[in-house]
């Protein structure tokens, strides 16, 4: 939609699918689709509707709700998809190969009693992968082979703990936020430095699923924010 309301680009989603998942702008004025159900894919598409990638996806379930959530389109031309009840973040190449698995299932994370699932993946920098992992109330920096080099849980912020991590931002300083979505009245963001020490906290009315932090103070944020 424009500033006043005008629609300028409309994806209706295909049958017999049942969700949309992730939307994206891409630089090249594309726009990455997931659709989830018995059909699960992402769709690139043009501004005029026409559909240039069709890569089917592999969540390992039939939940159509729990298939995916923040899938992302790398520099590379692959995309990152995070498949919640699969406890694996999965990089497909446009064809639908799966060119690698970061499991977060793994026992040093509670294996999978912890519901670790995966909501948000995000390549960063360093070609480490930044995973939120919901119900586990964690978020996990991964190297590119899987192992864990950092993370953050409620073990480490008891008082104003998370609840239900889903959406997660890197800054362009090395801090993280992370969001709560569950979180009634409690703390619905959280930024945290990778000491694990807390920034600021976000306690209102609205709750926080996915977000972007544009400014800091009022001034914008130096360099590009990983989302």
Excluded at 84 to 92: D, H, N, R, T
Excluded at 208 to 225: R, Y
């Amino acid at each position: 939609l424009t500033r006043d309301h005008q629609v300028v680009f409309e994806y209706v989603l295909a049958e017999p699918n049942k969700e949309i998942g992730t939307t994206q702008r891409l630089a090249d004025g594309n726009t990455l689709v997931t659709e989830l159900g018995s059909r699960p894919r992402l769709l690139e598409i043009t501004p005029d509707g026409k559909v240039t990638v069709d890569c089917p996806l592999q969540p390992e379930t039939d939940n159509a709700h729990m298939q995916t959530r923040m899938a992302r389109k790398l520099a590379s031309g692959n995309y990152l998809v995070p498949h919640l009840l699969a406890f694996k973040v999965k990089e497909y190449k446009p064809d639908g190969e799966v060119a690698r698995e970061i499991s977060t299932d793994l026992t040093s994370l509670g294996g999978r009693a912890a519901e670790n699932w995966p909501f948000t993946a995000i390549l960063l920098p360093n070609s480490n992968i930044l995973v939120n992992l919901t119900h586990g109330n964690k978020t996990v920096e991964f190297t590119p082979q899987g192992e864990v080099v950092w993370m953050i849980s409620n073990d480490d912020l008891k008082e104003r703990p998370f609840d239900d991590s889903c959406g997660a931002q890197r800054l362009p300083n090395g801090n993280t936020v992370i969001a709560s979505y569950h979180a009634q009245h409690g703390v619905k963001l959280t930024e945290v430095t990778t000491d694990k020490k807390i920034v600021w906290t976000y306690k209102g009315p609205q709750r926080a699923h996915h977000f972007q932090i544009l400014t800091t103070n009022g001034q914008s944020i130096e360099g590009p924010p990983l989302r």
